[in-house]
T-cell receptor, first 112, second 117 residues
Framework: NAGVTQTPKFQVLKTGQSMTLQCAQD?????MSWYRQDPGMGLRLIHYSVGAGITDQGEVPNGYNVSRSTTEDFPLRLLSAAPSQTSVYFC???????????FGPGTRLTVL | AQKVTQAQTEISVVEKEDVTLDCVYE???????LFWYKQPPSGELVFLIRRNSFDEQNEISGRYSWNFQKSTSSFNFTITASQVVDSAVYFC??????????????FGAGTILRVKS
């Protein structure tokens, strides 16, 4: 099993550009989520999904979109990148419920 | 609203010392889950433990132990005889016990642990 995979590992964007961070898992987990990690703030939930076709907002959803067309994939879209979105982004998956979450390796995004 | 506070921003110890990482949480739920994750310098997040609010027994796993006290809303993590490989950022996290709506974690800010040889 590859677990949770994320691409790309690093990305530099200019302000206003859009892009999609990819996330995939091969554990047949119903629940997937995106977090961002900023210094001194821990990880904060951006969006999450409890199954294909179902998504909802987390704590910091502004400027991001998600969709869940399959169980395996949960891409995160930045619509118009801003310097405030410079961060490390983690995708995670788990069985539904308060279970151990498996995290991807992260994507380090810099917005200039 | 749920909140997790890790007041220790950074701790430095010498190898073989014992070290305790503090975690204090706030929630209005009567049923909830607490977690600890480790983030080594390589950057990945590693699950360490999950504890539900009804189980106040202390947990021990090798050199790691956890002390859950509902009365003080704390879930502290102790490493006995620390090693250089324990150097990492440690996160405490809180989740509501909603089986239908998944697993939204609220993280603390993390504690950087540096173990010197």
């Amino acid at each position: 099993n590859a677990g949770v995979t994320q691409t790309p590992k690093f990305q530099v964007l200019k302000t206003g550009q859009s892009m999609t961070l990819q996330c995939a898992q091969d554990m047949n987990h119903e629940y997937m989520s995106w977090y961002r990690q900023d210094p001194g703030m821990g990880l904060r939930l951006i969006h999450y999904s409890v199954g294909a076709g179902i998504t909802d907002q987390g704590e910091v959803p502004n400027g991001y979109n998600v969709s869940r067309s399959t169980t395996e994939d949960f891409p995160l879209r930045l619509l118009s990148a801003a310097p405030s979105q410079t961060s490390v982004y983690f995708c995670a998956s788990s069985r539904t419920g308060p279970n151990e979450q498996f995290f991807g390796p992260g994507t380090r995004l810099t917005v200039l | 609203a749920q909140k997790v506070t890790q007041a220790q921003t950074e701790i430095s110890v010498v190898e073989k010392e014992d070290v305790t990482l503090d975690c204090v949480y706030e929630t209005r739920d009567t049923t909830y889950y607490l977690f600890w994750y480790k983030q080594p310098p390589s950057g990945e997040l590693v699950f360490l433990i999950r504890r539900n609010s009804f189980d106040e027994q202390n947990e021990i796993s090798g050199r790691y132990s956890w002390n859950f006290q509902k009365s003080t809303s704390s879930f502290n993590f102790t490493i006995t005889a620390s090693q250089v490989v324990d150097s990492a950022v440690y996160f405490c996290a809180l989740s509501e016990a909603n089986m239908e709506y998944g697993n939204k974690l609220v993280f603390g800010a993390g504690t950087i642990l540096r173990v010197k040889s």
